[in-house]
């Protein structure tokens, strides 16, 4: 199916670089956000993202300039929402609120409209039916730095079509990531699952004094090739999304493997969130 017009739901971390990202394949872009405020800061934050790209020699000053003027802002939902192919939600992960905006979606959004979330805990069977089109309904995660890395997820729920399938690997295809197929839901996907196992085995090892976190990441990078530790990586997704993923996998799942960990409570609990509050495993 053609996709020229995509609408991206939520302008945090995430939602603002894969508004970026589309808007830099050459889809017409929207960025969405109850708050102005939101969406005045994610676009400031692109714009210099933009340019220091530029600056590094990266980009084309046409390029960038291009693709900022081909992404608009708006706190009006029904109407960017009455022009898009594609809308990929970004918002909060709370259910009543992606129920909300699904149930509008399927109202005010065209017929031929594919409606994603990017949500990486919320399984999109969970908000498919407020849409009236469940076929044209799937999860589409993208990863953190959204702007940087290859991978999205896409989730088929037991009513998605092959076409919407296949439209969501194609749009990612040309924002130049390398999209794998998950073929029926599960909690965590595949990353967060492998994410996941790697962050439990850190703790154990710190909580049970047999390295630091320092050691424990440097062996990440240095034996296994990882970009980055799994401490300097909880430092950059955010704690209180590690322990967010780890409250909904568990009340899913019940393992205990699955449980949050004591240390990431504590963490949150002293708002000490990782990178974005300037202290988590690290201090920034
Ligand atoms: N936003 C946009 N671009 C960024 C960025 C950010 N926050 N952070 C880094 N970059 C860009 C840099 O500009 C640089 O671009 P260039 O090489 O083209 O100039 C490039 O990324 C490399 O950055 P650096 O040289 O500063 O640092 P690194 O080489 O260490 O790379 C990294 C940074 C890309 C974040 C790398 O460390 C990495 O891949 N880390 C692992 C990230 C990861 O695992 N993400 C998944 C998290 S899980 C998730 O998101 C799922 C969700 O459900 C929780």
């Given at each position: ?7 991206v ?8 670089q ?14 969405n ?19 220091t ?28 929402a ?17 129920r ?20 990486s805990?919320?399984?999109?069977s ?25 991978c ?13 399938v ?7 295809r ?14 965590g ?8 196992a ?31 530790g ?54 920034y």
């Amino acid at each position: 199916m053609g996709i020229n017009r995509i609408l991206v739901i939520g302008a945090g971390t995430m939602g603002r670089q894969i508004a970026m990202s589309a808007a830099l394949a050459g889809y017409t872009t929207t960025l969405n956000d109850i708050s102005e405020a939101a969406l005045a800061a994610a676009h400031e934050d692109l714009e210099q993202w933009a340019a220091t790209r530029v600056a590094k020699g990266k980009m084309e000053q046409q390029t960038a300039d291009a693709a900022l003027e081909r992404l608009a802002s708006t706190t009006d939902l029904d109407a960017s929402a009455r022009h898009a192919d594609l809308v990929i939600e970004a918002a909060v992960e709370k259910l009543e609120i992606k129920r909300s905006i699904f149930g509008k979606l399927g109202k005010v959004a065209p017929v031929h409209a594919v409606l994603a979330t990017n949500s990486s805990t919320l399984a999109s069977s969970q908000v498919a039916a407020a849409t009236g089109r469940p076929g044209q309904v799937c999860n589409m995660h993208f990863f953190n730095p959204a702007l940087v890395m290859k991978c999205v997820e896409v989730v088929r729920n037991e009513h998605t079509t092959d076409t919407t399938v296949n439209t969501v690997m194609e749009v990612a295809r040309r924002m130049g990531k390398e999209p794998v197929l998950v073929q029926r839901e599960i909690p965590g996907f595949i990353a967060n699952r492998m994410m996941g196992a790697i962050q439990r085995e850190a703790l154990e090892l710190l909580s049970g004094g047999v390295a630091s976190i320092k050691d424990i990441d440097t062996t990440a990078r240095t034996a296994l090739g990882h970009p980055m530790g799994p401490f300097e990586l909880m430092d950059l997704v955010g704690l209180d999304v590690i322990d967010f993923i780890a409250q909904a996998t568990h009340a899913e799942t019940g393992a205990d493997a699955d449980k949050p960990h004591e240390l990431v409570m504590q963490k949150v609990a002293e708002g000490r969130l990782g990178r974005k509050t300037g202290s988590g495993f690290y201090d920034y």
